[in-house]
């Protein structure tokens, strides 16, 4: 998101040759806060509580099937999130929401949410301002918009990787809809390609980084 906005604000203020420690410090104090925000969730709300030890019973003990091993050793590695149990008032059953899990879940989810509207917006105004800028040399202007699309491919392969897994697990069991299997196995290996298709973004939009390692490589 920070790149966006970056990448808005140069071509804003071309003529005043806007340098990029001029808004480092706020992309900072943002990723900081968005660190934090991860860091009170996992530490202090998605923690194994009674409720949830009694839920992942039969998972921890081995009793249940799949295809990962969990102990009790080493569940505190992992972020809990448990949003509904099962509760028994005047003999009936019912399942009772944990709120504040799901609240807190929610704002993460809200902050996603929030970033890629930004990086929506500024890449409409960039594209804008393409149409109209002319004060740019031409290889200025193509550099911009090879930086842009690799900006754009940045945005969009994550949210079929490491977003995706994120959604899929942290989301859907909030409606009441899990396919641990998937999770488990196929979900971790979606993460692992993020990092691959981030570079392989770059690499494949802009050509002087593609001149840049061959030059390296003879």
């Known amino acids: 998101m920070g790149s966006f906005i970056y990448r808005l604000l140069l071509l804003k203020e071309f003529e005043n040759r806007l340098s990029f420690s001029s808004i480092f410090s706020w992309m900072i104090a943002y990723t900081a806060l968005s660190s934090l925000i991860w860091f009170i969730i996992g530490s202090f709300a998605c923690v194994l509580d009674k409720e949830t030890r009694l839920v992942l019973g039969n998972f ?17 590695n992992y972020v809990i999130a448990l949003y509904w149990v099962d509760c028994s008032m005047f003999r009936t059953t019912f399942e009772k929401g944990r709120w504040e899990v799901i609240g807190y879940i929610t704002a993460v989810l809200s902050l996603f949410f929030v970033d890629y509207c930004v990086m929506v917006y500024c890449t409409v105004h960039i594209i804008k301002l393409f149409d109209t800028h002319n004060s740019m040399s031409k290889f200025t202007m193509q550099l911009q918009r090879k930086l842009l699309r690799s900006l754009i491919g940045q945005m969009i392969f994550p949210l079929f990787t490491i977003y995706n897994a994120a959604f899929v697990s942290m989301a859907l069991p909030i409606i009441g809809s899990y396919a641990f299997p998937i999770v488990a196995v196929f979900m971790p290996n979606l993460c692992e390609l993020n990092a691959l298709a981030d570079g392989t973004v770059l690499m494949v939009t802009v050509t002087q980084y593609r001149r840049d390692i061959i030059e390296i490589l003879e």
């Open 60 to 76: 921890l003990s081995g009793s249940l099937p799949n295809p990962i091993i969990h102990t009790p050793v080493n569940i505190d």
